[in-house]
């Protein structure tokens, strides 16, 4: 009988030791799942933000392809809106940095503005001509410096090349929604 309780005990520790071991297995089973599925959602979010980019710059594309003159291009451009509560703008400028739309800048239109820097010092302005010049599109992403904020806010363009012109049509959207999805399905799944 003596051999049998140690054996019951022995096979005991190894059942509990077993099932400690497949608790921290699953557990980092679920971890490596629920940060792969983070990272599913966050790759979506941003193939759905690149994609209405594209189409808002198809948009305004097809005006400088259908206009005839400069001015009626620029104004209708200068007018055209969107987002939730039509707060986003389309900025044009040419190949040489010459600005001839920007209506949430306008002191900035008629002229060359290649010195224009993000929050973090970067010159996005030279990366959009240089990149267009190079492929005709892209995107680019930067912190833009808020006016009256302390915060910056990370934003997506996607800029097309019009070789007729030399006008390249940029359209921008704040991406940093996507990282406060992510954290509050983090949240939520905690």
């Known amino acids: 009988m003596g ?8 096979i005991m520790l190894c059942m509990i030791t077993g099932g400690i071991v497949c608790i921290g297995v699953s557990i980092g ?12 959602i966050q790759t ?7 994609t209405q980019l594209k189409q808002l710059v198809a948009n305004a594309y097809s ?5 005839n003159f400069y001015e009626n291009a620029q104004k209708t451009i200068n007018d055209m809106r969107f ?15 010459l600005f001839y739309v920007y209506p949430e800048k306008p002191e900035v239109v008629g002229k ?18 240089s990149s267009a010049q190079k492929h005709g599109q892209g995107f680019i992403q930067y912190k833009e410096n808020i006016e009256k904020s302390s ?15 030399n006008w390249i049509v940029c359209a921008g959207i704040y991406i940093d929604d996507i990282e406060r999805v992510i954290v509050q399905k983090q949240m939520d799944m905690t």
């Not at 089973?29 to 599913?40: G, I």
């Open 151 to 165: 915060n910056n806010l990370l934003k997506l363009v996607h800029f097309k090349l019009y070789k007729k012109w």
């Open 44 to 50: 979506q979010l941003m193939e759905e933000r690149m």
């Open 3 to 10: 051999i049998s309780k140690e054996l019951n005990v022995i």
């Open 112 to 129: 060359v503005k290649m010195d224009l820097v993000d929050a973090e010092g970067k010159h996005y302005i030279k990366e959009i001509l």
């Open 63 to 67: 005006v400088l392809e259908t206009s």
């Open 29 to 40: 089973s679920l971890k490596n799942f629920h940060e792969k599925d983070m990272q599913y």
């Open 83 to 97: 987002g939730d509560h039509a707060q986003h703008r389309f900025f044009v400028l040419d190949l040489d940095g």
